[in-house]
């Protein structure tokens, strides 16, 4: 049986331009690959026919043999292909197809195992760097402007950043030809890994710059002004585009997150935008009541009035007097707590008054009177 023209195989016409016969061999490859025609005994056939047919024509030697000696071109020892082109997959051909098939195997798989469309890598990007700051309370209220010292990656200053002596342009990859990947046959397929030579870059350094050594970057200490708002708090996340490790090669720089970490204050208890502040208060005051004055995160003071009878945990609020919002929205709200303090250290005249102010008072303690009667009853009903 006579072998087909090989222009009729793929559907092209023979002054066809190789991208036309390109796509018109994937096209070919996709509807006759056996895996997707299980019901069609002629599939595998046809699908090695098309293949046959691209390995000539996809070749401008090939193809230019073809042209003006059609199949006899490769028999009997002629051609520049070393045997037919044809005869199913043996030793000779196995390489041949698994370089043609590579061109549809991307299609079919997309990026499966570093498919073609990857191509090659940009330069690195440096690395996200983290910051903590601490600041104290006071700082988060007001807010601040802090000049920073961060230890980091900064472009070559003698190469520029290209990594190259002199800020020499890099040279394409040897063994990638740019590309950033090679390519392997394993028995049927080809699989894509990155070149080990240029690590992926596609390019190389033949100089290294003795500063850097073909890094593109040095060590050191950049000192960053940082703006840091009013009302950050604890976990408060500040970034700074750009500031990060500076990238290989030229490559983009990385970020810088500044975590903000607010000290525990000796006064203040912070929840949020509300402060809370422990006030001891004697126990004449509790009782009899009065003004007191308590201080405020903005340095201020504020005058309290404590009602006559105050418990220990009575809070009492200022309002506007906490921390502001990070993202506007006004100040919280400021919580006094009365701690009513028990004299110690008393003299024989005022245990003496105690004393009487004791045998005076029938009524003047209802909450302990409240328990105590509360207590009497249990006992008595466990007698019961």
């Known amino acids: 049986m006579s072998k087909r023209d090989y222009y009729d195989v793929l559907g092209v016409a023979k002054g066809a331009s190789a991208d036309e016969i390109k796509k018109a061999y994937r096209k070919k490859a996709k509807e006759l690959h056996p895996d997707r025609n299980a019901d069609n005994p002629n599939a595998e056939a046809q699908f090695k026919e098309a293949n046959e ?14 042209d003006r000696f059609g199949h006899a071109a490769f028999e009997g020892g002629m051609g520049g292909g070393g045997g037919r082109p044809g005869g199913g997959f043996g030793a000779g051909q196995q390489g041949d197809f ?8 991307d299609d079919l798989f997309g990026d499966f195992m570093g498919g073609r469309q990857g191509g090659r890598q940009r330069a690195a990007r440096g690395a996200d760097l983290r910051y903590n700051l601490r600041v104290t309370l006071e700082e988060a209220y007001n807010g601040l402007q802090k000049t920073i010292n961060v230890p980091t990656s900064v472009p070559c200053d003698e190469c520029n950043g290209s990594g190259a002596e002199g800020g020499a ?29 240029c690590s992926g870059l596609g390019q190389i350094i033949k100089n290294p710059c003795n500063k850097c050594g073909g890094a593109g970057r040095v060590q050191k200490d950049r000192a960053l002004s940082v703006n840091i708002p009013a009302g950050v ?12 490790e500076a990238g290989m090669r030229g490559g983009p720089p990385g970020d810088l997150y500044i975590f903000i970490e607010v000290s525990p204050h000796k006064i203040f208890e912070r929840e949020g935008t509300e402060l809370h502040c422990r006030v001891p208060v004697a126990m004449t005051a509790a009782a009899l009541g009065g003004d007191i ?3 405020t995160i903005d340095g201020g003071r504020s005058r309290v009035k404590i009602p006559a009878g105050s418990q220990s945990g009575r809070q009492m609020r200022l309002r506007g007097k906490g921390m502001p919002a990070l993202r506007g ?24 008054l105690l ?8 009524d003047n303690n209802p909450e302990s009177s409240s328990f105590f009667s509360s207590v009497k009853h249990f006992w008595d009903s466990m007698k019961g």
């Open 355 to 362: 004393r009487e102010f004791e045998a005076l008072s029938d």
């Open 233 to 244: 708090e604890t976990g408060t996340r500040i970034r700074l585009a750009g500031e990060g």
């Open 98 to 105: 698994a370089s043609a098939f590579s061109d549809v195997f």
């Open 53 to 66: 047919a691209y390995d000539v024509l996809k070749d401008a030697e090939k193809k230019a043999a073809y």
């Open 329 to 352: 929205g006004g100040h919280g709200d400021m919580f006094i707590e009365l701690a009513v303090e028990t004299p110690v250290n008393l003299s024989s005249k005022q245990k003496e």
């Open 293 to 295: 004055e308590v201080p």
């Open 169 to 197: 342009e890099p040279t394409t990859c040897p063994t990638c030809s740019g590309m950033g990947k090679v390519r392997a046959t394993q028995g049927f397929f080809t699989v894509e890994r990155t070149c080990p030579t």
